[in-house]
């Protein structure tokens, strides 16, 4: 969520007369995140998120919008794309795909605590069970044949150990198998800025735009990844049970899960070790970007390499 796509005012105000959002009253840019440029807009209506699209085409973007309005219409708090007067859901602005949604309540929690990861823990449950009758699908663009494509474009910029570890973790990875595990909708990017809390309650899950079809665990792995860490890059045990847990007892794991949990981990570090290199090494000029810290995912990596961890449910 960065300023790729520079936004005026005025320019705003013309592209919302498509809208029945009345006049525009602020526009911001979100300087934070790498993939889309995002403004908070305030209306006469109220409060809403602006987002032109820099890598989804027009083509990919109903996956995504249209799955955010079948997850709030059943009760999942998250944005909800406002329609134009045509009644579509995307548009076009500065030569860039564009939708606006709803700007949801509360913020971001940089430290959770037990109770933050049992509340993740059973939204992000509930979220895998109602996507279950979303019809479309999205197999995951940053999966296995992504990783690979990306890795020659990344190893002349790595160091020696560090290009060996990435080219081994991908080799065991595509020996593993996960077609034995239940699959659906996943959110696929849900870290600790992708969820609002406001008090003690989940305001929502907001960033959508990686959502695709995989396995419910790869979903559940990236999640606690981020939300149960411990200083040492080490899984809290205590946060880590306590989003288990909950997620547990709206959907319970599978055995094959169960067994899977160790190497889904890894999976997931992977993921994000290898998008997180890509995206420092090979970066887009930007008004605002942040490339985030590579490091942080191969450490994360190395611990989940040397120790495994159970399931804990």
């Known amino acids: 969520m960065s300023v ?10 013309i592209w919302l007369e498509n809208y029945d959002l009345g006049n525009l009253v602020d526009l911001q840019g979100i300087a934070s995140g790498i993939e889309n440029t995002n403004y908070f807009v305030t209306t006469e209506r109220g409060k809403f998120v602006l987002t032109l699209f820099e890598k989804l085409t027009l083509k990919e973007l109903p996956f995504y919008l249209d ?7 059943r009760g999942i708090p998250c944005p909800n794309p406002i329609p134009d007067h045509r009644r579509r859901l995307i548009g076009t602005l500065n030569g860039k795909p564009a939708s606006i949604v709803t700007r949801l309540k509360g913020h971001s929690v940089e430290h959770p605590d037990v109770d933050h990861c049992r509340d993740i823990g059973a939204m992000l449950a509930k979220m895998h069970l109602e996507g279950k009758s979303y019809p479309a699908r999205m197999e995951n663009p940053r999966g296995a044949k992504w990783w690979e494509a ?3 474009e990344i190893l002349p910029h790595t160091g020696p150990d560090e290009g ?12 593993c198998d996960f077609g034995n595990l239940p699959r659906g ?9 992708n969820a609002l809390f406001e008090g003690n309650e989940i305001g929502g899950l907001i960033d959508f735009y990686f959502a695709c079809n995989d396995n419910l665990l790869l979903d559940i792995a990236i999640t606690v990844n981020d939300w149960c860490l411990a200083p040492s890059l080490n899984l809290d045990e205590a946060k880590t049970l306590a989003l288990l847990s909950a997620y547990h007892e709206i959907r319970p794991l599978t055995q094959d899960e169960g067994r899977a949990w160790p190497i889904m981990l890894r999976t997931a570090s992977l993921r994000f070790w290898v998008s997180r290199l890509y995206d420092y090494y090979l970066p887009r ?3 605002l970007t942040h490339a985030k810290d590579p490091d942080h995912f191969r450490s994360i990596l190395e611990g989940h390499i040397a120790n495994p961890k159970p399931v804990w449910i």
């Open 4 to 13: 790729f796509t520079t936004v005026t005012p005025g320019q705003l105000s």
């Open 67 to 73: 799955l955010m309005a079948h997850l709030a219409s």
């Open 150 to 152: 990306a890795l020659p």
């Open 164 to 175: 060996h570890l990435l080219e081994e973790e991908i080799r065991f990875q595509s020996k």
């Open 185 to 193: 909708v996943i959110h696929a990017d849900l870290f600790r800025d």
């Open 285 to 287: 000029a930007g008004e």
